[in-house]
């Protein structure tokens, strides 16, 4: 299961718009009435005053709350670690002595195509996304699973050395090198 660290994403005063960032919230919202979740003006109120507003009880209005925050701390975002990378990761953290931490995996900027890929050994924090891969604690954060969403992470090894590689249908480019790519 993946989930973020820090289970209260949404409260009764962040707006529609503000929610509607999360995987699964516009649905949920749907089926609560808030039908014009489109509207430009709509994305401006708070989701405690729109469910009241719609006639909901304050009981009702928590039961909203706690089904969005489940869908935005549950996420579908399909990044995974091949059996190489499984293996490699297993035996890199209990050489290190560092098994109580996990790969975190980093879109940032940089590079001549614009992305680079940022991977290292780390403990989870209060807003990561962890995804747990066969025992392999995959951590990233929501600003790069939206980039990283559909990719796997491969252990390659050939004639120039050994690397960890990601593996994204998103990347509208890559640059000569192959060390940094474009989205």
């Known amino acids: 299961m993946e989930t973020l660290q820090n289970k209260q994403l949404i409260t009764s005063e962040t707006t529609v718009g503000q929610a ?7 649905e949920i919202l749907t089926e609560a009435g808030f039908h014009c979740v489109g509207c430009h003006a709509n994305v401006f109120e708070p989701i405690g005053e ?33 059996e190489n990378a499984i293996k ?14 996990g790969v975190r995996v980093k879109v940032v900027a940089g590079g001549c ?6 991977l ?8 990561d ?10 951590i990233t954060d929501q600003e790069s699973i939206n980039h990283l969403k559909g990719s796997k992470i491969e252990f390659v090894e050939g004639l120039h050395g050994s690397k960890f590689e990601v ?17």
């Not at 509607?20 to 516009?26: E, L, T």
């Not at 507003?53 to 091949?82: F, I, P």
């Not at 195509?113 to 940022?118: E, P, Q, R």
């Open 88 to 101: 490699r990761v297993k035996a890199l953290l209990q050489q290190q002595n560092r098994t109580d931490e």
């Open 20 to 26: 509607m960032q999360f995987p699964g919230v516009v």
């Open 167 to 183: 593996i994204n249908p998103n990347e509208a480019s890559k640059c000569g090198c192959g060390s940094s790519v474009g989205f």
């Open 129 to 138: 996304i962890v995804i747990d891969n066969q025992g392999v604690k995959i």
């Open 50 to 82: 729109g469910a009241l507003g719609h006639g909901m009880t304050e009981n009702q209005v928590q039961s909203l709350l706690e089904k969005l925050n489940k869908a935005a701390t549950t996420l579908k975002a399909d990044l995974s670690l091949t």
């Open 113 to 118: 195509s614009g992305f680079k890929y940022d």
């Open 120 to 127: 290292n050994f780390d403990k989870p924090g209060l807003n």
